[in-house]
Each structure stands twice: as structure tokens, then as C-alpha cells.
């Protein structure tokens, strides 16, 4: 990938800040063209990295980084800022295995200030800085860059609250695009939105500047009487209440206007909130007309733009459950589905249109998504929770103590369990079935292809107490669901192969490679179906009748399934040795699916090497 010549002149901010004011535009115009270039060639998020360019660069000519700290929310918009931190030619590797990662991350870089993956969590970690340096003594800035949807989170409000009574030397800045990755929900986006949107109020306002533009003192009188109608109606208000100082909304796009009025903040001390108003995709065409497709994107030709997939593609499992909810609503008036901002990503769509006063999407709030499930399901709904495993955790004491304390009966739908490639550290669902499975009351399963992806989801809807189903990123075996909504005998899993002396307990997506490695050594290959009631009359009878039983899961090895099939043998005095093998106590890097898996071990011949480690030491 090659840089134009003003960007290749850039090797870290400092150059940026030797430039002229006025190459400045042409350094944004050559780097938004690199992240094209670079993105379609690798794949990774766009539109939301063409959105940043100007306050990318504004940011970093302006402050003294990384001196002064950049802490990026979510990071999915930080592309601009890498490759102005000397990472450039690192681009053409971006998410894969041992390259660049699509996210700050603190060991790649000094400028990377916060390690970051979810949202709504700049502020707290800026205003710790921002503390930390007052506490030591050192004059360095700590600036916040948040988006609108993550401003949703209440994380992001309880740092504002802690940060106006601390009086701390800090700037937010609001990147408002109002998007999301879906469309951004709630109260405070309309408060956001209100003025600049509200055509009312622009028309009379450019009516009453033409009319008065010839009685100059009339026309100073009119612009105090709306800044103090503004104050009384614009976002200003909100955070100002926290103790922020709020100055804009400016254009996020014109250099001539950030530069200059970061250069007047950073002058000022004390708690300042700063509205920027961008555009997602901006200076892609594409991209500007539908930026939720083109959020995240594989690799494509930049000319062309992103095609619609062709042939017969197998369903994903993202796919089975949209369209599983969707049939089970038809079926069940009580059904509702709720989504913490992640409508596409989970495959809410059609549901959304299909059933429109049944689906609620809540916002960047995970939290509340859990506690809200817990309050339709009390009044007699069925709600099911659509959530990616990685955020499942942000929600973690609601689960245990909203939902599983009171049995209450709402289905997670878990996406994402596993490994997901290139996203990495921040997205794996390594933990779920770790933390999940020691809850009372839970049933937690995991499908080994999609036609049981869609049955489990059944028997998880079929149940009166809080569910669990599991299911990874992608695609499975290709096994085609059918159209019913038949569940299955809960706890109970079932043999796929039979085999000697050695017994390969498979769960969820990992069940096809234990299938091609038992075929090789010749193991008994179950697929176990449930993590939490485990078969353990199934389990027992393994252990009668073989010499050793192997765990084989998509999740972190302490804690897991297989540490339960431990403790169902040692409860019943059985000593014959179990094998777990499952992810590393350790946080696994980006890099593609299939590979990671390999290196880990958890592949086919992973699995054949490990029992053959075992068996003949």
C-alpha cells in the first residue's frame, strides 16, 4: 500500500507538527484516500475511521502527543491515528495474525495511552490520567474522544459525574455522527440531534440574520437572544449540569475550525466538553450513503464497492438465530427481543421490521438489557437477549443477580462464543461458559452445527428458567435447519462415534474436529450438547468403559466444561484421567479463525497430537 508524498513525510506526530497550517487538508485528503486503499485491501472498519480524519490530525498537530494522552473510545475510529504514530507501513497487515491491531493497544504503541474494545469507557480512563497527573505534579493533558452511541452507556455518565465534582483538568470531545454501529436510540441522541436538525430554528435563524444584517446593533441583540435560547434547548445544557464547560457543536471536518479552537481549550483548566459533529464514511461516497455496511467490511475493490455475496453461501449461525426468532415470534405473542445496539451484528434486522413493538434495542447498554429482560419477563413475556459473549460480561451482575436469582425465564442468545479472529483480545468469547455455568439456575448449551443451533434455541424458549445458547462467529458444518421449532431432551448429549479406549467429549463448535480426530485414533466422539445439566449418566458410562476422556471446548480451559466433567467423576470416586483441553489462561491475539484455533491446539491435529501425548508419553 502506498502512501501519498505529504503522508510518506509522516512518521509520527511530531512531523505532522513541523507542517505548514495550510498542508494540512491536503495531508487529510491523502490520508482519508490511504485508508481506503489500505482497509479494502485488508478488511477492518471504515466508515467510522473516514469520519476521523480532520480531528485525527487536529487532535495530534494541536497536543503534544503522546506526552499529552489520546484515549479513543471503542477504538474502531483510531486508523487515522496509527498511521500518524509510525505504524503506516504496518497497515497491510492490519488484524491479521502478528500484524497491526484493528484497535489502541498499549504494548503496540506509546500513543495508544488505553488499551480499548468496548465502549463508553474514554472518560473514566482519561479522567484517571488526568487525576494521576495532577497527583504527580505533571502538566500533561488528558482528552477524551467519545461517540455519540457510546455517550448512551452510563458509564460514560457516571465518569462525567465524578469528573465535574473532581474539577479535573480534562477535555471531552463528543464525536457526534449520530451513528452507532445500528442507528444510535434514546433520549439523549434526540437531545443531540435537536438543534442541529431542528429546520425551525435554522430557517428563522438565517431569515432573522438576513433581515437584521442592516441594523448591526439589532443583529448582536438577536444573536444573545438565541445563544440563550439555544442554552435552554441544545445538548450545552446536560453537560453543563455535570460540571463541564460545553463549547460547540463545530464542524468536525474543517481544520480551520478545530485547530483554533483546540489550541483556546487547551488553554483552559478545568473540565471542558467540546461537540464535534463528523460524518461517518465522510469523503467515501459509498460509505457516506450506507455506512452501517460499510462499519466493518471484508476485503474489496475500492472502485467497486462492497458486492453482494453470490451463490449458495452457508447460513451463519447469526443468520439461524434471526431467522429462528422471527419464526418462534409468529408462534408466541409473549416473545420480545432485545438488542444493546447491535442489530446487525446479531441478526435482528427482519425481526425488527417484522415485529416492530416486539424489538428494542436499548442503546450501548448492556446492563440495562439484562435488567430490563428481567423486568418483561416478570410481567410474563419471553424476552431473549441478543448479545455477542465479549459483551455478555458487562452485564455480568445483573445475570446473576436480576435474572438467575429470581429464575426468571429469559434466553441469551450468545453470539460471538470463541474465538471471532480479527478483532482479537477485546471480542474473543473466551470466558462465557467459565462464568455462566457456576450460576444457579442457568441451562447453558452449545450447538455443533446450525440445524441444532436453531433446536436449542427452541428448548432454551421451551424452558421456565433462565438460558444460555452458545454459538461461535460464522459459519458451521452447512447442516441446514429445519423449518420446525423442535427442542431437545435437556441434558442429555449424544454419541456420535464409537471408538476404544479413548473418549472425545466435544462441545459446541469444536465438535466437528474432535469428529476428525476420533476417526483417526479411533475415540468415542460425543457431542455433549449441554455444558450445565451435563449427561452425567452419559459421562459415568464413558468413564466405565474407557481409558481416558478428553474435554474439547472453545473456551478458557480453567473453569470450563471440562473442569465440571472432573468434578462429576471425583464426586462419584471414579479415577479414570481426564485430558482438558481447551484455551490457554492467557488472552489470545488477532488473527484468523482457523489459525489461531491450529497454533492452540484445538484443531484436528491439535487434538490427535494431544492425545497421542497422553496415551504414549
Not at 195 to 200: E, N
Not at 373 to 395: D, M, N, W
Not at 460 to 485: E, F, I, N, Q
Request: aromatic letters at 6%.
Amino acid at each position: 500500500m502506498t502512501a501519498s508524498r505529504l503522508l510518506e513525510s509522516i512518521n509520527s506526530p511530531a512531523d505532522l507538527r513541523r507542517l505548514d497550517r495550510k498542508q494540512l487538508p491536503q495531508l487529510a485528503t491523502e490520508l482519508r484516500a490511504f485508508l481506503i486503499d489500505s482497509v479494502s485491501k485488508t478488511g477492518g472498519h471504515l466508515s467510522s475511521n473516514l469520519g476521523t480524519v480532520e480531528l485525527t490530525i487536529a487532535l495530534h498537530a494541536v497536543f503534544n502527543t503522546p506526552d499529552d494522552r489520546l484515549v479513543w473510545d471503542v477504538g474502531h475510529q483510531c486508523y487515522a491515528h496509527k498511521v500518524l504514530t509510525g505504524r503506516r507501513e504496518g497497515m497491510d497487515r492490519l488484524r491479521m495474525h502478528g500484524g497491526v491491531s484493528g484497535f489502541p493497544k498499549r504494548s503496540e504503541s506509546p500513543y495508544d495511552t488505553f488499551g480499548v474494545g468496548h465502549s463508553s469507557t474514554s472518560i473514566s480512563a482519561a479522567l484517571g490520567m488526568a487525576l494521576a497527573a495532577k497527583h504527580k505534579g505533571e502538566d500533561r493533558k488528558a482528552i477524551a474522544i467519545i461517540g455519540d452511541g457510546a455517550m448512551s452507556a452510563g458509564m460514560a455518565f457516571e465518569a462525567m459525574n465524578n469528573a465535574g465534582v473532581a474539577d479535573a483538568d480534562m477535555l471531552v470531545i463528543l464525536n457526534d455522527n449520530e451513528m452507532s454501529i445500528s442507528p444510535p436510540v434514546g433520549a439523549l441522541n434526540n437531545i443531540l440531534t435537536r438543534l442541529t436538525s431542528s429546520k425551525t430554528f435554522n430557517v428563522a435563524r438565517e431569515a432573522g440574520r438576513h433581515m437584521l444584517g442592516f441594523a448591526p446593533p439589532l443583529l448582536e441583540l438577536a444573536r444573545r437572544a438565541e445563544e440563550h435560547v439555544k442554552g435552554m434547548i441544545a445538548p450545552g445544557t446536560l453537560f453543563e449540569e455535570f460540571g463541564f464547560h460545553y463549547y460547540g457543536p463545530i464542524d468536525g471536518h474543517d481544520l480551520d475550525a478545530l485547530i483554533p479552537t483546540l489550541e483556546n481549550l487547551k488553554k483552559l483548566k478545568g473540565p471542558k466538553f467540546l461537540h464535534v459533529i463528523t460524518k461517518k464514511g465522510q469523503g467515501y461516497k459509498l460509505a457516506e450513503n450506507d455506512p452501517i455496511l460499510y462499519h466493518g467490511v471484508g476485503k474489496f475493490a475500492a472502485c467497486d464497492g462492497i458486492q453482494s455475496a453470490k451463490g449458495t453461501a452457508k447460513l451463519t449461525y447469526t443468520q439461524v438465530f434471526g431467522d429462528w426468532l422471527c419464526d418462534m415470534a409468529k408462534a408466541d405473542s409473549r416473545l420480545v427481543g432485545i438488542t444493546p445496539a447491535m442489530r446487525e451484528g446479531s441478526g435482528m434486522v427482519r425481526f425488527s421490521a417484522e415485529h416492530a413493538d416486539r424489538y428494542f434495542d436499548v442503546g450501548i447498554a448492556e446492563q440495562h438489557a439484562v435488567t430490563f429482560a428481567a423486568g418483561l419477563a416478570c410481567e410474563g413475556l419471553k424476552p431473549v437477549v441478543a448479545i455477542y459473549s465479549t459483551f455478555l460480561q458487562r452485564g455480568y451482575d445483573q445475570l446473576v443477580h436480576d435474572v438467575a436469582l429470581q429464575n426468571l425465564p429469559v434466553i441469551f442468545a450468545v453470539d460471538r462464543g470463541g474465538l471471532v479472529g480479527a478483532d482479537g483480545p477485546t471480542h474473543h468469547g473466551t470466558f462465557d461458559l467459565s462464568f455462566v455455568t457456576c450460576i444457579p439456575n442457568m441451562v447453558v448449551m452449545a450447538p455443533a452445527d446450525e440445524a441444532e443451533c436453531r433446536q436449542m434455541l427452541s428448548t432454551a424458549y421451551a424452558l421456565d428458567c433462565p438460558s444460555m445458547v452458545r454459538y461461535p462467529r460464522g459459519s458451521g458444518t452447512g447442516k441446514v435447519p429445519t423449518a420446525d421449532l423442535e427442542t431437545l431432551p435437556v441434558g442429555k448429549g449424544e454419541i456420535r462415534r464409537r471408538g476404544k479406549d479413548v473418549a472425545l467429549l466435544a462441545f459446541g463448535s469444536l465438535v466437528p474436529a474432535a469428529l476428525a480426530a476420533g476417526e483417526e485414533i479411533d475415540a468415542t466422539v460425543v457431542n455433549m450438547r449441554f455444558i450445565k445439566p451435563l449427561d452425567i449418566e452419559l459421562i459415568v458410562e464413558l468413564a466405565g468403559n474407557h481409558s481416558l476422556l478428553v474435554s474439547v471446548e472453545e473456551n478458557a480451559v480453567i473453569g470450563g466444561a471440562g473442569s465440571e466433567i472432573e468434578r462429576v467423576l471425583a464426586e462419584r470416586g471414579l479415577s479414570v484421567p481426564v485430558l482438558r483441553l481447551g484455551l490457554p489462561d492467557r488472552f489470545i491475539d488477532h488473527g484468523e479463525q482457523g489459525q489461531l484455533l491450529a497454533e492452540l491446539g484445538l484443531d484436528k491435529d491439535g487434538i490427535v497430537r494431544s492425545v497421542r501425548r497422553r496415551t504414549n508419553p
